[in-house]
């Protein structure tokens, strides 16, 4: 589960885990690639903050990991994803037992961006003039951001971001009072507000027009690339980042269900599994 996945944010998690290895000169084991900011020995946090009436989409992610030999604990549901955040960093601090690799605060986050995913991008188009990542860890942005204001300067980074209150599976509003220490936002052209339902409604148009099954926070990066080439210069090449699957929302209506009741599906839970 180490490989080199081309997937943002399991770039992200693989590099946390090798930086803490490396510092601890410990070796976590890996239940879910998608749960180890959580990861202590053999125990994860998720980031569970409320089970959806659906009977599929969470649980079965939930069996998953404990099938892998996770236990699952539980954070306040109205704290929202900042309270699952805040209790695995008390629960590593007050007890050696646990690693967190912690990808709000660790450098390797936004470094993989950096020395990967952007230059990635710059290779296979040149021509870039802009490009959208989503908000969640801040990590993505940062590294493209800092990539590109040494590599390219013209070309802008922007960032989705949810509006304050709003859901937006995977993404965050730093106006809801978590801003992650990786984050820098000097470094963007900007940051877009955008809605669940806007989000789901680009995934669905995402996966019928280019085949591209995507979940949310993915349609929320292409809901603001849209939104930014309206304002762009004529044939301005745009970039936006894919950076969650769909198949996780099939349960609660990311397919064709009815666009309220996949909101209040979506309300309060998290999904970064």
Known sequence: MLQDIPTPTLREARACVLETERLTLRKPTLADVKAIARLANDRRIAENTR??????TQDDA??????????????PADQGSNGAVLLARAMAKGDTKYVMPDQYSNQANPKVHEVTTAPEILTDLPEVDVVVAGLGTGGTA???????????????????????????????????????EVMETELLAGRVLVNSRDSIMAARALARSSGILAGPSTGATLAVALLVARDAAPNSNIVFIACDAGW?????????????????????????W
């Not at 939930?62 to 954070?75: H, K, N, P, Q, Y």
Request: hydrophobic share 40%; proline share 7%; net charge negative.
């Open 142 to 180: 940062t590294g493209l951001a800092r990539y590109f204001a040494r590599e390219k300067p013209s070309a802008k980074i922007w960032a989705a971001e949810p509006m304050p209150g709003e859901k937006v599976t995977g993404l965050r509003s730093l106006e809801d009072g978590f801003t992650p």
């Open 51 to 56: 089970r959806l009436p659906h009977p599929y």
């Open 248 to 272: 996780k929302y099939f349960s609660a209506g990311l397919g064709d269900g009815n666009l309220d009741e996949m909101e209040d599906a979506l309300e309060g839970d998290v999904f970064w």
């Open 62 to 75: 939930i069996e998953f990991v404990r099938a892998l030999g996770a236990t699952i604990i539980d954070s």
